[in-house]
């Protein structure tokens, strides 16, 4: 909230992200320790209510504050939220001995991941903006993989390397992370591109995206706890299959979008996408933290994680091109309309736009140069319509990736300690 200019805000979100990244690991892994495998569905669910929810609410919230205040109010909120937060913990958290305090720590491991995730993350941002056949974005990619190719290195040979590939050897584990990817890809991805088609289309405020936003935070809130209750009781597979279903319904739903859209067309998708949330997020976690063993909880919740925020930044990035795409896509078809005289769709439409420039009482001579540069603006924001549509169509078919994953997950409980699991010494 100090920030004094774009490189300031920068460096200080970068402060902001080093203890923030910790976040939701910790907090997983704290929820695993504390409830017995088959109390973790009910609790989990609880648990992602702030994880899913806030991403719904931050816009409402946020858009009030931008409005009614300043931007800076947006940061300036989350003091007293962390000022308890902190407090809490020191009297509510036990203090735990660390029994792998003799443990030798994976430096290059460490470095590799941290250049993989540090350089990917920036070539799916800025991708778009610079280019992706621009040497900037392929310098990334190319450093992102040297990163990859040294992590993998340090896993093979290292010892005791920071994060161990081999959970994914584990079925239900694998399941579930690629559940937990193309959620993410697809779920990011539209919540990037539904309060972008709002405001920039139909001249929603901040605030006003975040009230159309707000059945979906409410949703998730309702139903996560009952999908944990579920999930603990019959096993994971139900509720994710039903919930990765309902989530492609929603967002296929978005696919007849229009500059005639109103509330109620709005909201009942957003209901849906809530409801598919909210029986996805307990579910997927529970089952992969219950695939593995109790030592191996705060790597697995580490991978959670890493491999949520990497699917984020590839929705968010693949959407906002196929986005782009699809605009210029639709704008030269319907150019190629309106250049054709013969096609139907064309001429009807410059009739229709001269016989209105006539009667607000231009001069014959202007209705035609005037009507095509009226039509030409007009075919721009069906174009962007169009795009919308066609790109929450893709994400509709992303997410149909995770209902094979899905039905492929065991309903099993949690393995005990001194049942066999891969891991580094085996």
């Known amino acids: 909230g100090l920030a004094w200019s774009k490189d300031s805000l920068i460096f200080f979100r970068i402060i902001q992200a080093l203890g923030g990244g910790a976040l939701m690991p910790s907090g997983l892994t704290l929820v695993s320790f504390a409830f017995l495998p088959k109390e973790r569905g009910l609790a989990m669910g609880i648990w992602s209510i702030g994880a899913m929810v806030a991403p719904a609410v931050g816009p409402f919230l946020g858009g009030y504050l931008t409005d009614e205040m300043s931007w800076r109010a947006i940061f300036y909120i989350n003091l007293p939220v962390g000022a308890l937060t902190i407090l809490a913990a020191i009297?509510?958290?036990p203090s735990v001995e660390n029994k792998e305090a003799g443990r030798k720590f994976d430096f290059l491991g460490f470095s590799g991941l941290g250049a993989f995730l540090a350089f990917l993350l920036i070539a799916l941002a800025q991708g778009q903006r610079e280019g992706w056949n621009s040497d900037y974005i392929l310098s990334c990619f190319g450093l992102s993989l040297v990163g990859l190719i040294f992590f993998i290195i340090a896993n093979i040979y290292v010892q005791e390397p920071i994060v161990d590939l081999r959970l994914f050897a584990i079925p239900n584990f694998l399941m579930a992370n690629i559940v937990n990817f193309v959620r993410a890809v697809a779920i990011f991805g539209s919540l990037f591109l539904l309060p972008l088609f709002l405001q920039n289309l139909l001249q929603y405020t901040a605030f006003g995206t975040g009230i159309i936003l707000a059945p979906?935070?409410?949703?998730?809130?309702?139903?996560?706890?009952?999908?944990?209750?579920?999930?603990?009781?019959?096993?994971p597979r139900l509720p994710l299959t039903l919930g990765t279903i309902l989530v492609a319904i929603s967002l296929y739903i978005f696919k007849d979008l229009s500059l005639n859209s109103d509330y109620w067309f709005l909201f009942?998708?957003?209901?849906?996408r809530g409801a598919g949330l909210g029986l996805i997020n307990a579910p997927l976690m529970s089952a992969a933290i219950n695939a593995v063993r109790r030592e191996q909880t705060g790597v697995a919740a580490s991978f959670i994680t890493i491999i949520m925020q990497i699917g984020g930044a590839f929705g968010v990035s693949l959407l906002s091109t196929i986005l782009q795409r699809r605009e210029f896509f639709h704008y030269a078809h319907f150019l190629q309309s309106l250049s054709n005289p013969l096609a139907p769709v064309g001429r009807q439409a410059q009739e229709a736009a001269q016989n209105l420039l006539l009667k607000s009482g231009y001069a014959p001579p202007e209705v035609v140069i005037k009507g095509k540069a009226l039509l030409a603006l007009w075919f721009q924001r069906q174009a962007a319509v169009c795009a919308f549509q066609d790109a929450f169509f893709f994400s509709a078919l992303i997410i149909c990736g995770g209902i094979v994953p899905a039905i492929l997950i065991r309903n099993q409980q949690a393995i005990s300690p001194k049942e066999k699991t891969v891991s580094v010494g085996d």
């Open 268 to 272: 009942w998708p957003q209901v849906l």
């Open 91 to 93: 009297i509510i958290l």
């Open 216 to 235: 979906l935070a409410i949703t998730v809130a309702i139903v996560a706890p009952f999908s944990g209750f579920i999930s603990d009781r019959l096993g």
